[in-house]
């Protein structure tokens, strides 16, 4: 490969990633290389770099702390979905293999989604957040307070669609461990005046309902005794109670 302008290229088109990946491994100055292009101008080149360095990251310890701060500047910067994606997906890994690293920015990224004025960083954060609360949400222990009681109560609907995102989030491999304190906040939004606000409730519910025998018969007679005139809900309803049903006779 003639270096530069080939690497790039095949960045940019995310061709030969196995090829380089496995040169990044073991030449530590065609790694360097792959770290500068973080910085391109192209969102495609910058998401492909990414991508080569989480295949290597595990193995090479002494980058995981450097990353961790560089994720911190490019979500911010970012503008494009799949590369916000692509870092969140760092930021889980790194969640998993180096937690102590990604414990101390966790106050400054949830900071950024609470009080950013821009719309785009709130976004990002909120991809970063969801994915690190899959991959460790010990390391969010710190702002579940803030969840149940500023997000789940506030009086914006956005606000409580990203904590219902987060539980759901919370309640997928871990089972009840770290949502169970949400629960009466979440039977709650099924009162909710918001008809998208009420449909997401049912949806995070019949989630956590999902993994849990005893949650699953309280939720079942929840939604059967629901009242619920809008046509989404209803419909968000009826789905759940079919797989839930199908799911206890099983």
């Known amino acids: 490969m003639e270096e530069e302008l080939d690497l790039r290229e095949a960045l940019a088109t995310g061709e030969r990633m196995q090829e380089i990946i496995a040169r990044a491994a073991i030449d530590k100055e065609f790694l360097k290389e792959i770290i500068g292009l973080l ?18 990251i595990e193995e090479t310890p002494e980058l995981q702390s450097a990353l ?20 969140a997906r760092t930021f889980g890994l790194l969640s998993r293999i180096n937690p102590e690293e990604v414990r101390k920015v966790v106050p400054i990224i949830f900071a950024n989604y609470r009080l950013g004025g821009d719309p785009k960083i709130k976004i990002n954060m909120t991809y970063v957040l969801e994915e690190i609360m899959r991959a460790n949400p010990s390391l969010l222990s710190g702002v579940f307070k803030d969840i149940g009681g500023v997000l789940l109560t506030s009086k914006s609907n956005a606000d409580k669609l990203a904590a219902l995102n987060f539980i759901s989030a919370l309640g997928g491999d871990n089972g009840l461990r770290y949502v169970t304190p949400f629960l009466p906040k979440l039977f709650a ?17 019949a989630k956590l309902a ?21 046509g ?13 049903l199908l799911l206890e006779k099983g």
């Not at 025998?213 to 309280?218: E, G, T």
């Not at 989404?232 to 839930?244: N, T």
């Open 68 to 87: 961790v701060t560089k994720l911190m500047v490019m979500v911010r910067r970012s503008e494009s979905v799949p590369l916000t994606q692509e870092i």
């Open 189 to 205: 939004l099924l009162n909710d005046k918001d008809d998208v606000v009420r449909a997401s409730a049912v949806e995070t519910l």
């Open 210 to 230: 999902e993994k849990n025998k005893k949650l699953r018969a309280i939720v079942i007679e929840k939604f059967k005794e629901l009242d619920e005139r809008s």
């Open 39 to 56: 910085d391109d101008d192209l969102w495609t080149v910058q998401k492909n770099a990414l991508r080569v360095l989480s295949a290597i």
């Open 232 to 244: 989404l809900v209803k419909r968000k309803v009826d789905e759940a109670l079919s797989e839930l």
